[in-house]
C-alpha cells in the first residue's frame, strides 16, 4: 500500500466514524451515559455504593434512566474524563443531546487511534512499511471496528488497546510494562482476562517483573475504590457479570444455536414445524434451560471454552512471535466468545484488532481476520443496525431459518478454521523461535534481560 493511498484510508477512516458518532447506539450507550455523568460529578469509588451488609448496591441515574455500575474502574476513570470535557463544553449543563451521544464515545475512539499507531509501529519493525500501512488502514476501515465503536457505542476498544500493548510489550521484551498493561486492560473491562494467558506465554518464564508490572497498576487503580471503602463493594458488582441468566446474549455462537433449537422443539407440538423453525429466535434463560432438564450451560461453556484454551496454549507454548501471540489471544477470545454461555452481542470484537495484528506478520490469519470481522459486523447490524433510530438492519429472515442462526453456524466454523491455521502456524519452526526483530518501542541499549 503507498503512503498515498494509506493517507486516503485514513481519512476514509476518520470521515466514516465522525458520521457514526452522533448515532444513539444501543441500550448500553445509555447505560454508559449514567456513568458518565456521575463519574464527571464525584469520586469513583463511591459509584459502586459504600459499605453495608450485606454490600450496598448502588444504583445511579441520570436523564430519567437508572443503572449500577459492573464495570471495573478504569473504564471509569475514562468515562469520567470524557464527562467532565463533556460538562465544560456545555456549560455545566450536562444537557442528553446528540452532542452527548459523541462525547460518550470520544474515549472509545481515541484508543482506536492510539490503537492504529500501535498496530502500524509494531508491524513496521517487523515486517516493513507496506505491511504496517496493511495492517493500520484494515483496521481503521474495518466495518466491524466502526459499528461496534462509532456507531454502537461499546468501550471495548478502552480495554483492547492495553491489552494489545501488553502483547506488544511482552514479546519486545518489557516484562514489568506488559503486566501493568494487561493488568490495566483486565480493570477497564472484565473480558480481558482471556487475554492475560497469551501475555503470561510471551513472557515466560520471566514472571516475576510482569507479575510485579501487574500488582504496581493494580493498587494505582484500585487504591481510590479501597480508600473509599467501596471494595467489597466492588467485587460485588463485578461479580454479578458471571450471574446473567442468559444462555447468550443475542451472540451468534454455539449457545444461540442451542437456544435456537431448544425454543422450536418446545414450539413444534403448538405451532408446527415449520412455524417453530422458522420464527425469529430470542434470548433463552439459564435457568430454564435447567428448569426442563437441561445440563447447566455456565458449567458446560466454561468446560468447553477451558478445553480450547488449553489446548490453544499448549500448542502455542514456545511461541515468541508477536503474530503468533496475537493470534493466540484472538483465538483464546474466540474461543471463550463461541463456546460460552452469557456472551453477549459485542465481545468478539476484540479478536478484530488481534486477528488484525496477527495478519500484519503472517499472511494465513488474513482470511480469519477478514471471516471473523464479517461475523462482528453482521451479528451486531442484524440485532441493531447502526443504532437506535438509525436502522438499516439486514432482516434476519432473508435465509428463511433465522439469519442470526445461520450466522452462528458459521462462527462455530470459523472458529474451527481458525484452530487449524492457529495449529498450522505454531507446527512450523520458524514461527517458534523468539523474534529476532528490534523492540517497539525500541530497547534501550543498556536493559538487562529481565
Known sequence: MSRTTFAVALAAGLLLRAAALSSAGTGDLTVFKIWMFNAAREPIGGLYGVGGSPPERRILEFAGAEAPVDYPPLSLYELGVAGRLYRLWSHRRFPNTTALNVFVKLPSVAAEAALVWLLFGSVRVRSGDAAARWTAATYWLNPAAIITISALGYVDALYVLPAAAAIVAAVSGYRALAGGLIAAAVLTKAQAIFIVPAVA?????????????????????????????????????????????????????????????????????????????????????????????????????????????????????????????????????????????????????????????????????????????????????????????????????????????????????????????????????????????????????DRTGS
Not at 243 to 251: G, P, V, Y
Not at 301 to 322: E, F, H, V
Not at 379 to 388: A, I, K, S
Open 201 to 445: 506465554i510471551a513472557v515466560w518464564p520471566n514472571l516475576v517483573p510482569a507479575a510485579v508490572g501487574a500488582a504496581t497498576a493494580t493498587v494505582a487503580i484500585v487504591l481510590p475504590v479501597v480508600l473509599a471503602g467501596a471494595f467489597v463493594n466492588m467485587a460485588q458488582a463485578l461479580s454479578r457479570l458471571a450471574q446473567h441468566d442468559m444462555l447468550s446474549a443475542n451472540a451468534c455462537n454455539l449457545w444461540w444455536i442451542i437456544g435456537y433449537l431448544v425454543r422450536a422443539k418446545a414450539s413444534m407440538h403448538d405451532l408446527g414445524a415449520w412455524t417453530a423453525f422458522t420464527m425469529p429466535t430470542r434470548i433463552l434463560g439459564i435457568s430454564r434451560m435447567i428448569e426442563i432438564g437441561y445440563p447447566n450451560p455456565r458449567l458446560v461453556g466454561i468446560a468447553l471454552t477451558s478445553t480450547a484454551a488449553a489446548w490453544a496454549l499448549w500448542t502455542a507454548r514456545r511461541a515468541r512471535d508477536l503474530s503468533l501471540v496475537a493470534a493466540l489471544a484472538a483465538f483464546l477470545v474466540h474461543a471463550y466468545a463461541t463456546l460460552s454461555a452469557q456472551v453477549h452481542e459485542n465481545h468478539l470484537f476484540a479478536a478484530v484488532p488481534l486477528l488484525v495484528l496477527a495478519s500484519g506478520g503472517r499472511r494465513e490469519f488474513r482470511s480469519i481476520a477478514i471471516a471473523v470481522s464479517a461475523i462482528v459486523a453482521l451479528n451486531l447490524n442484524m440485532f441493531y443496525g447502526f443504532g437506535n433510530g438509525v436502522g438499516y438492519a439486514l432482516p434476519r429472515g432473508i435465509t428463511i431459518v433465522d439469519a442470526t442462526v445461520v450466522l452462528a453456524v458459521v462462527n462455530c466454523a470459523a472458529l474451527w478454521r481458525h484452530a487449524r491455521t492457529f495449529r498450522l502456524a505454531c507446527s512450523t519452526a520458524d514461527a517458534l523461535r523468539p523474534a529476532s526483530a528490534p523492540a517497539f518501542p525500541p530497547t534501550p541499549a
